[in-house]
């Protein structure tokens, strides 16, 4: 199956720096989403990104689809943006089979 | 609030209870779907339902049962749990198959 590999695996900000996460996937994706999970469990979309950027506030994604990678970018960082990122991506005939990668935990200090 | 809720958010059960977690989404949606995340692990895909038909089964053992009563909810019935079962299930809804995922807070599942 697919294969999703993200990095850096940890990554520590101080409060207002920005940071840039990469997901790599191995094969042509029909999906791809990036995810945050915060401390207690819960997953928040951030972007539904197959292909091409989209930016909500001080969160962007860029999709380069026929290279097979996606970078989420988070500028002025915040302690709220804590957590775990999780890239998921499906190809192949079945569009819901999410896969995930390890993620990356982000820990902003104040 | 992601319009998708869970109970009970924490459960602790011995290997020989019987026990059902539930989801219910209030967005309207037709696909409904179960997920383990274990510690150190990415999140695993269980189940998927859509108009209240299984569409996927992902070899999960036959310990975990689901039933999808209506396209608002799901349930996930637990029996002779292992000690490896405990973690975090996580519930999840979309539009239709294609759609976005979108996950309720979980269930922390520990078996003792």
């Given at each position: 199956g697919i ?5 850096p695996?940890d990554?520590?900000?101080q409060?207002?720096?920005n940071?840039?996460l990469?997901c ?7 999906n ?5 999970q915060?401390?207690?469990g819960?997953?928040?979309n951030?972007?539904?990104i197959?292909?091409?950027?989209k ?15 996606s970078l989420?970018y988070?500028?002025?960082?915040q302690t ?7 890239c ?9 089979k999410l896969?995930?990668?390890?993620g990356?935990l982000l820990?902003?200090?104040? | 609030?992601?319009g ?16 059902s ?12 779907y179960?997920?383990?995340q ?8 269980m ?8 569409v ?8 975990f049962s689901?039933e999808c ?37 979980g269930?922390?599942?520990t078996v003792l």
């Amino acid at each position: 199956g697919i294969q999703v590999e993200q990095s850096p695996p940890d990554l520590i900000l101080q409060e207002g720096a920005n940071s840039t996460l990469r997901c790599n996937f191995s094969d042509s994706v029909n999906n791809l989403q990036w995810f945050h999970q915060n401390p207690w469990g819960q997953l928040i979309n951030l972007f539904y990104i197959p292909s091409g950027t989209k930016q909500n506030g001080r969160l962007s994604a860029t999709t380069v689809a026929t290279e097979r990678y996606s970078l989420l970018y988070i500028s002025s960082s915040q302690t709220t943006d804590s957590g775990v990122y999780f890239c998921a991506v499906n190809s192949g005939g079945s569009n819901y089979k999410l896969t995930f990668g390890k993620g990356t935990l982000l820990t902003v200090n104040p | 609030e992601t319009g998708v809720t869970q109970t009970p958010r924490h459960l602790v059960m011995g290997m020989t209870n019987k026990k059902s977690l539930k989801c219910e989404q209030h967005l309207g949606h037709n696909a409904m779907y179960w997920y383990k995340q274990s510690a150190k692990k990415p999140l695993e895909l269980m189940f998927v339902y859509s108009l209240e038909e299984r569409v996927e089964n992902n070899s999960v053992p036959s310990r975990f049962s689901p039933e999808c009563p209506n396209s608002s909810h799901l349930f996930l019935h637990l029996h002779t749990l292992q000690p490896e079962d405990s973690a975090l299930y996580l519930c999840a809804s979309s539009q239709d198959l294609t759609g976005t995922q979108y996950f309720g807070p979980g269930t922390r599942l520990t078996v003792l």
